[in-house]
Every structure is written in C-alpha cells, then in structure tokens.
C-alpha cells in the first residue's frame, strides 16, 4: 500500500517571502500522479499543482511550483511570493496510475500561516 | 459552471441513528468519491462511485455504504452511528476518474452525539 508524509505539521512564513512544503511518498509503482491540495477555513479541497510521475519536468502554476524527485520519491511544493490568501491547510495526494479509479492517498497535511 | 454540492452542510445525531448525505457532481462529471476527515485519522477514501457502479471500497465497516444515481449524484449512509464516526465528509468528483484533479464540495460536518 502506498504511504504519503509531511513532515512539517506547522509553517509560518512571512508575506512576500518564499516558503517549501515537504512531502514524501512510498509506493513500489513505477507510474503515479502526485498531487498538492490546499484546505482553507472554507474547508473546500483546492487542487494546486499536479505532476504526472513519467514526466521529469517539475510542474509549475503560477507561484506554485513543484520539486519532484522520483528516486527519492519527494514531492516538496514552494510557494513564491507568500500572499495572505494562501494561509491554509496544505495537503500531498498520491494516485496510482496502475489501477482504474480515483482513489487518492492523502498525507497528514501542513497548516501554513502567512504573516502580514 | 456550478461546483460539487454537499448537502447539509452541517448534522447532529444521536449514537445509534442512520444518516444520508447528498452529493451532486459538477455536470458532465461521472465519478464521485467519499472521503473522511478527522483530526485523529486524517483523510481517508471512503469509496468511489462510476456510472453507478461501485468502483473502489476503502477500508470502512459495512455500516458504510453508497450509490450513485443516473443523474450521477450520489449519496452515502452511515447506519447505527457511532461517536467515532463524527467527522467531516468530502466528497470529490471527477470527469471518468481520471488524473486530471478532482473537484472537492465543501463537506458534510457530521456531529454524533
């Protein structure tokens, strides 16, 4: 079975500045999708940046941008330019790409403060 | 285009009771899937509906089950509910289950007491 973890229960950063979510993924498949969720007070799951594990290049939208690691099998999120808006719970997701069906692995989840 | 729509958006029952929640996928999309939130467990996949089928099941006791209607909505049913079962549902939906990102309602707080 697959495992995700974030490491990183908490993380404040100040506006304006550059702040890196870590998450970290066991699975013994080879093709995959990874995924970074952001939960705000709303409690809507916002996606916010994908990356298809066959693909080297780092998936980037935006501020958001990924660093993903396959032989480590890391998927850190950086977030540029912190705005208040993005003060949320942020969430790592694993989809095996192997199998039909939608089911997503989620990790524990990073609560980021972002500080005027 | 409207989003993915939980209703309610808030419940309390007692230990023992049944409860239904409701949710309708944005148009056009044919997968539905549940998932659990809580402090203690954190996210959990409940299960997955397409075209009315039942595509995948996590790990949850029978108590826990659901359907999915032509229109593709779909509505999940805890039976004799426990206090363990108080949580946040979500429920997510999807063109055909594929990867490209899921679209997440704004949950069902369910409170047992």
């Known amino acids: 079975a697959q495992t995700v973890t974030q490491s990183q229960p908490e993380m404040s950063v100040q506006e304006a500045e550059t702040v890196t979510l870590s998450c970290t993924y066991d699975t013994s498949e080879s093709d995959y999708y990874l995924f970074w969720y952001k939960q705000p007070p709303s409690r809507q799951m916002i996606l916010v940046i994908r990356?298809?594990?066959?693909?080297?290049q780092n998936a980037t939208e935006n501020r958001f941008s990924v660093n993903f690691q396959k032989a480590a099998k890391s998927f850190s999120l950086k977030i540029s330019d912190s705005q208040l808006g993005d003060a949320a719970m942020y969430f790592c997701?694993?989809?095996?790409?192997?199998?039909?069906?939608?089911?997503?692995?989620f990790g524990e989840g990073t609560q980021l403060t972002v500080n005027p | 285009k409207a989003g993915v729509t939980q209703t309610p958006r808030y419940l309390i029952k007692t230990r023992g009771q049944q409860v239904t929640l409701s949710c309708s996928p944005i148009?056009?999309?044919?997968?539905v899937s549940w998932y659990q939130q809580t402090p203690g467990q954190g996210l959990q996949f409940l299960f997955e509906y397409f075209s009315e089928t039942q595509r995948n099941k996590g790990n949850f006791p029978g108590r826990f089950s659901g359907r999915q209607f032509s229109n593709s909505r779909s509505e999940m049913n805890v039976s004799t509910l426990e206090l363990g079962d108080s949580a946040l549902y979500l429920c997510a939906s999807n063109i055909a289950g594929n990867d490209y990102g899921y679209t997440f309602g704004s949950g069902t707080r369910l409170t047992v007491v």
């Open positions: 997701a694993y989809r095996s790409a192997g199998t039909s069906g939608s089911r997503l692995t």
């Open positions: 148009s056009g999309h044919r997968s």
């Open positions: 990356q298809e594990a066959y693909k080297q």
